[in-house]
Nanobody
């Protein structure tokens, strides 16, 4: 089995910063694409940023220049550095990854449990 565990959320004032982490653990053979999603109250879950196993990144327009996604493949960990946070960034942030288990060939998609980010004065 595989677990994705997020951490680093919390309450921050507008203009502040937070760094989210997502650690994958279990019988992992390899991790392909990883991504951060978020879901605000009353809204659909949306993709925030994604990173391939080779380090290619993509961002939604609203976070470009403020958020940076990265990963440490040796530690099975992904990060989201969030700077210049705005109230509209308030949401539950979820980690998502395509993971190949030991003794498997094809990847399966996994979600973390989410971490709350609240931007408010």
């Amino acid at each position: 089995q595989v677990q994705l565990v997020e951490s680093g959320g919390g309450l921050v004032q507008p203009g502040g910063s937070l760094r989210l982490s997502c650690v994958a653990s279990g019988s992992i053979r390899s991790i392909y694409d990883m991504a951060w999603y978020r879901q605000a109250p009353g809204k659909q879950r949306e993709l925030v940023a994604a990173i391939s196993s080779g380090g290619r990144t993509n961002y939604i327009d609203s976070v470009k220049g403020r958020f940076t996604i990265s990963r440490d493949n040796a530690k099975n960990t992904m990060y989201l550095q969030m700077n210049s946070l705005k109230p509209e960034d308030t949401a539950v942030y979820y980690c998502n990854a395509d993971i190949v288990l030991v003794f498997w060939v094809s990847p399966r998609n996994y979600w973390g449990q989410g971490t709350q980010v609240t931007v408010s004065s």
